[in-house]
């Protein structure tokens, strides 16, 4: 089976940063794209950022309240997905949630195009 377990959630004022990491386990892991959501209760997941891969090299995508601030990037030999989070705000409190999706390429956006989910960091923004 394959598992996700994230790390590197805290609590941090406003303006700090965190570092969010998350590796993947399991024989047969193999992932064409990894992804992280955010999650507040009673609220949808919603998406972060996420990192595929294919022929043509690595692409990233953002979602536009983090752009500037968080970046994604991946050690494929360590099979970690790394969620570097900058000048944090209040709202980006969330439980922090990696996801990782075996062929995927449709929408890296949508939680649906994830088929492994990790249990989930909690990070607190002091203001």
């Known amino acids: 089976q394959v598992q996700l377990v994230e790390s590197g959630g805290g609590l941090v004022q406003a303006g700090g940063s965190l570092r969010l990491s998350c590796t993947a386990s399991g024989r047969a892991f193999n992932s064409r794209g990894m992804g992280w959501f955010r999650q507040v209760a009673g609220k949808e997941r919603e998406f972060v950022a996420a990192i595929s891969w294919s022929w043509s090299g690595r692409n990233t995508y953002y979602a536009d309240s983090v752009k500037g601030r968080f970046t994604i990037s991946a050690d494929s030999a360590k099979k970690t997905v790394y969620l570097q989070m900058n000048s944090l705000k209040p709202e980006d409190t969330a439980v922090y949630y990696c996801?990782?999706?075996?062929?995927?390429?449709?929408?890296?956006?949508?939680?649906?195009?994830?088929?492994?989910w990790g249990q989930g960091t909690q990070v607190t923004v002091s203001s």
């Open positions: 996801a990782a999706a075996r062929w995927g390429g449709n929408n890296w956006y949508a939680t649906a195009e994830y088929d492994y």
